[in-house]
């Protein structure tokens, strides 16, 4: 098994910045690739981004292109999303997760392992 605790969340305003972080035990994670994905309180659990178990290759929602950066340390055995010119729109549950199969997944099913979440919170 992977355990995945997530941090770095909290309230900042529109065009702020904030990093999350998501640290990894259990099994080898570099052997998974890594996603972000988030829920806000009135919409399903969506996409956010994902990065290959060598950190080379990297996939974005559109919504998050060009202003969120997903990167990882191996050694560190920790996943980050650097998300940059927040939006109300941001707000919400942020959740990582591991996935076997492939660093291109976009779909829930595909992720074997997942944290608790940790809330980011965009005010106008």
């Known amino acids: 098994q992977v355990q995945l605790v997530e941090s770095g969340g909290g309230l900042v305003q529109a065009g702020g910045s904030l990093r999350l972080s998501c640290a990894a035990s259990?099994?080898?994670?570099?052997?998974?690739?890594a996603g972000w994905f988030r829920q806000a309180s009135w919409k399903e659990r969506e996409f956010v981004a994902a990065?290959?178990?060598?950190?080379?290759?990297?996939n974005y929602a559109d919504s998050v292109k060009g202003r969120f950066s997903i990167s990882r340390d191996n050694v560190q055995n920790t996943v980050y999303l650097q998300m940059n010119s927040l939006k109300p729109d941001d707000t919400a549950l942020y959740y990582c997760?591991?996935?076997?199969?492939?660093?291109?997944?976009?779909?829930?099913?595909?992720?074997?392992?997942w944290g608790q979440g940790t809330q980011v919170t965009v005010s106008s």
């Open positions: 997760a591991s996935s076997s199969l492939s660093w291109t997944n976009r779909r829930l099913q595909e992720y074997d392992y």
């Open positions: 990065i290959s178990r060598s950190g080379l290759n990297t």
């Open positions: 259990g099994r080898t994670f570099s052997n998974y690739h």
